[in-house]
């Protein structure tokens, strides 16, 4: 009897496992961005060029998805050489002892129609803090050209660079605490 429990929850479990879809960023056809506010007057906008990200479901509408990211600090990228280095030194990023930001779900929940709160464990600057962020799951396709099967999602967000001692010498009245995030992304379907 043992052994007929054992390989039921053995089969179980394995059509649990089988049931997850893995879907893989499409680089080319996504972008990971950030604002913050300047002299309390304008926002200077900015994105990272290297970027891998993986979404794990189970279910089709993806309410049980697992997002990981992981963003190469080092290619950030504000349109201003000179602005990117600053970034890139121990003022801000710390690039060389630094060089990689991380963001791995923990728990999501429905929001609305396609829309979701995923919280989950950012990682940059040598600091780890807990965020929630807002998932517009914009819908599934097959790629006419290549048959592939695409997903989309929109995720927005907030973060205060305090929370990360990301240029602790800069006042809000220079560079607001609040950073905003917006990440567009397609992602492939893997077999």
Request: aromatic share 10%; no cysteine; charged share 25%.
């Amino acid at each position: 009897m043992k052994r007929v429990l054992s390989l039921m929850m053995f089969a179980f479990l394995s059509v649990g496992v089988m049931a997850q879809t893995t879907w893989k960023v499409d680089p080319a056809h996504s972008q990971v961005s950030f604002g913050i506010e300047h002299l309390t007057i304008s926002e200077i906008e900015g994105g990272f060029d290297s970027f891998d990200a993986t979404i794990v479901a189970d279910k089709e509408d993806f309410s049980d998805a697992k997002f990981e990211v992981t963003i190469d600090v080092n290619s950030i990228n504000t349109g201003v050489q000179m602005r990117d280095d600053h970034l890139r030194n121990p003022d801000f990023f710390e690039v060389e002892k630094y060089p990689e930001m991380t963001f791995k779900s923990t728990s999501i929940r429905k929001a609305g129609t396609d829309r979701y709160k995923v919280q989950g464990d950012l990682t940059f600057h040598g600091v780890t803090k807990p965020v929630t962020l807002d998932v517009w799951y914009r819908g599934t396709i097959e790629n006419p050209q290549s048959g592939d099967v695409i997903s989309g999602f929109q995720v927005t967000g907030e973060v205060k660079r305090s929370d990360f001692n990301l240029g602790p010498d800069f006042p809000e009245q220079v560079l607001s605490d609040k950073v905003r995030i917006k990440v567009d992304g397609e992602f492939k379907k893997q077999a």
